[in-house]
């Protein structure tokens, strides 16, 4: 679907009970999501709404500069709103602050629902992301065209696609899309065509992947570069 601005599981064979009892928890909670899905859709289209393919988040981080704080990097990570519906993100889309008006530094991050904006939860601590640098006066319109085409499901291996975040910085913006498998590189370059074709970036705008145990290894890594400011 496009966003535009116009508009029956088997238990393990395994001898080991606890592992076929976790399997058919496992199971259950599998089955039980989907329904929850099916019937969530069902009442949207009763509603004439429109369903998104995936549930998505927006969080955002914000720490005052020069100010030490006890409080953990993910306990910083703030839920703004989620929503399922093209109308839905709409409502949320339009009420929320320009990039251009918000302080340096924040974050402001868009994922699948189930999804943390942390490298080590499951869904990305086995993948990276492509980075991109912008001057502050065009990170806005690049992170808003980057949304329309995460909602609307437009990124090749969207699936591989777990979201986006725009990092707001003194002398520049950081736009930043996160995907789950960094040793699929098939992926991994289509990821990064399609994010230039949908910005419509020059091809030869320079992008760099950074797998996410890189990041935790590297000192100007995203998120140090966030607690520094």
Known sequence: MEITENKESEIPNNENSTDSAQAVVDSSLTDNNDKEAEERQTRELKAGLHPLKHKFVFWYTRRTPGVRTQTSYEDNIKKIVDFSTVEGFWVCYCHLARPSTLPSPTDLH?????????????????????????????SGRFWEDLVLALVGDQLDYSDNTCGAVLSIRFNEDILSVWNRNASDHQAVMALRDSIKRHLKLPPSYVMEYKPHDASLRDNSSYRNTWLRG
């Open 110 to 138: 868009l994922f699948k629902e189930g999804i943390r904006p942390l490298w080590e939860d499951s869904a990305n601590c086995n993948g990276g992301k492509w980075i991109i640098r912008f001057k502050k006066v065009v």
